[in-house]
């Protein structure tokens, strides 16, 4: 177990990850905000879901993150015949020793990049349901601990939906978040051709931090402080989905789970040890909107789960700080979205998240 005084503080932290943040984005050019959610997937002990359209990067993230970490990385490029062995691996018997000798599968690293996660049948996918939330894979009875940390990055095109299975709602619940990498601008596109035009920038990609490293990360992130006003306002987002006139199927515990671990490691990179409503509200559709299921109705008049969930936290109040010393802070009106939210010490004081009706709004 790792103890207080071996873990990392939050200046390493911050440089650690300032060191891998800039390996990536030599490499996918003009998308800071999809880097900066990986790296915040990586550090809350989450899976991330990169779902665009083909040829915009989602692999190469996904192996310039696996390749900018000195870990052990395996990709499995999901198929219509891949096997559910060949993900968690077989016990092939030994003629000479005569027992039975287990053979880990492409799920035994530290990174795994599952390719076109889509392609693969419903049963080769259920694979990963154990890992990825139990971080073990069971085979004959007997359970097998997988590498710290473990993260999967999957990929999966929302276009061609030929001869595909889409993942079903309990593997979806899985991933902590999905990103949309999308198209660069054209400045971006002009620097990817000087970039990419002649060699892979992954050839020359030097790892720029361990594996023990990521691990001292995580126990710091665990650390951060999350007052209650916070968790909160985190239960209040998700349970708004669960009774959305437009939604079906509203978020899980777990995602709100998964929330309030996004936002501390949101915080602990942005340099705090405390966690703030404004953490929660810029995680809020990554995390949530994934795991949402539109109504008929909210199909035919093209509403998208991003959208409802920009829409709940329209309308969720949000928690504000009072001044020491003094009660709840008083608003006349909403205060402007450019106005900066008030600095809260590391440990809240007396009063904090006492929600008013003029609470500001994002």
């Known amino acids: 177990m790792t103890t207080y005084d071996e873990r990392a503080s939050l200046s390493d932290l911050t440089t650690t990850a300032d060191r891998i943040r800039q390996s990536v984005e030599g490499v996918i050019e003009g998308k800071p905000e999809v880097v900066r ?25 996904a192996k310039t993150l696996a390749r900018s970490i000195d870990c052990s990385v395996r990709r499995i490029q999901f198929t219509p015949d891949l096997l559910p062995s060949d993900v968690t691996g077989v016990s092939i018997f030994d003629q000479q020793r005569k027992e039975f000798e287990f053979k880990p599968g492409a ?27 139990e971080r073990q894979v069971t085979i004959d009875g007997k359970s097998y601990e997988l590498p710290s940390p473990f993260m999967v990055v999957a990929t999966q095109n929302p276009v061609e939906m030929e001869g595909t299975y889409p993942l079903p709602e309990a593997q ?4 902590m ?22 060699v892979s920038p992954l050839d020359d990609l030097q790892p720029v931090a361990h594996a023990h490293d990521i691990v001292k990360l995580v126990e710091a992130v665990r650390s951060v402080h999350v007052a209650e006003p916070v968790r909160r306002y985190a ?20 995602a709100t789970l998964h929330l309030l671990r996004a936002a501390k490691a949101a915080a602990a990179l942005a340099g705090r040890d405390y966690a703030l409503p404004d953490d929660v509200q810029a995680l809020a559709v990554a995390v949530l909107a994934h795991r949402l299921l539109p109504t008929a109705q909210a199909q035919l008049n093209r509403r998208t789960s991003e959208q409802v969930v920009t829409e709940i936290l329209q309308h969720t109040p949000v928690p504000t700080a009072a001044p020491r010393g003094a009660g709840a802070m008083p608003h006349s009106g909403p205060v402007p979205p450019s106005g900066p939210m008030p600095p809260v010490p590391p440990m809240p004081p007396a009063g904090y998240g006492q929600q008013q009706p003029g609470a500001r709004r994002l």
């Open 177 to 198: 978040a999905r990103v949309s990498i999308g198209y660069p601008s054209p400045q971006a596109e002009l620097e990817m051709l000087d970039v990419h035009g002649g």
């Open 172 to 175: 979806r619940d899985r991933f």
């Open 235 to 254: 239960v209040e987002l998700v349970s708004a989905t669960r009774n959305h006139p437009d939604l079906r199927l509203g978020a899980s515990p777990r």
């Open 37 to 61: 959610l990986s790296l915040t997937v990586l550090l809350a002990e989450g899976h991330l879901l990169i779902e665009d359209v083909p040829g915009v990067g989602k692999t190469m993230l």
């Open 107 to 133: 799920i035994f690293a530290q990174i795994v990049i599952g390719d076109e996660i889509n392609r693969a049948s419903p049963k080769t996918q259920s694979a990963l349901l154990e890992s990825m939330e």
